[in-house]
Nanobody, 127 residues
Framework: QVQLVESGGGLVQAGGSLRLSCAAS????????MGWFRQAPGKEREFVGT????????YYADFVNGRFTISRDNAKNTVYLQMNSLKPDDTAVYYC????????????????????WGQGTQVTVPS
């Protein structure tokens, strides 16, 4: 397994942007598909987006609607979530997660596919 640490959360006004980072420990980061999930107060954790091992494939939840972009730098063992045009509904704790990948095409959208999770970083967009 890899250990994951998120950073970059904070308070941002509606319409603003934030970039979250997730740093992974271990030498096998490039063999994991990475995902971002979020959990708002009183709600279940939900899928945000995912990226394949090489970064060639990404997939997002419908609510993203082109506002978020996931990228990764395997040389730095880091995955990013660039969030633009933020809305109050985006307020949540954001988690990154790692899923072992058998192929370079693999991406995961379900929580059970991920074996390692970070501690989360809070994003607040006041209304």
């Amino acid at each position: 397994q890899v250990q994951l640490v998120e950073s970059g959360g904070g308070l941002v006004q509606a319409g603003g942007s934030l970039r979250l980072s997730c740093a992974a420990s271990g030498r096998t980061f490039s063999s994991y598909a990475m995902g971002w999930f979020r959990q708002a107060p009183g709600k279940e954790r939900e899928f945000v987006g995912t990226i394949s091992t090489s970064g060639a494939i990404t997939y997002y939840a419908d609510f993203v609607n082109g506002r978020f972009t996931i990228s990764r730098d395997n040389a730095k063992n880091t995955v990013y979530l660039q969030m633009n045009s933020l809305k109050p509904d985006d307020t949540a704790v954001y988690y990154c997660a790692a899923a072992p990948s058998a192929t370079i095409y693999y991406i995961g959208t379900a929580m059970y596919e991920y074996e390692s999770w970070g501690q989360g970083t809070q994003v607040t967009v006041p209304s």
